[in-house]
């Protein structure tokens, strides 16, 4: 579960990895779809990145039950800090 002090979360169906949202961007348009761009971060080392392709993810706004659903359709890992 996400902390309360995030406004921002992601929630990703049968995955045990945990992430905070850092950013995110998003194109809407009527009739067409949508994509979002999500940065996050993690405490958890050696996430499967492969492993959470394909699976419905929740992009929650605050803890109203305001969010987006989606499919992740791709997933880079830019840094290891």
């Known amino acids: 579960m ?3 002090d995030y406004r921002f979360s992601l929630t990703i169906k049968d995955s045990p990895a ?20 999500v940065e996050l971060v993690s405490e958890q080392a050696n996430i499967n990145l492969d492993n959470l392709l394909n ?3 929740f992009l929650a706004f605050g803890d ?6 989606g499919q992740i359709y791709r997933m880079v890992q830019t840094a290891d800090i």
């Open 2 to 4: 996400p902390s309360p």
């Open 55 to 57: 699976r419905q993810a």
């Open 64 to 69: 109203g039950g305001l969010g987006i659903h």
């Open 18 to 37: 945990t992430f905070q949202v850092l950013a995110f961007d998003g194109v809407e348009g009527i009739s067409k779809p949508y994509t979002f761009t």
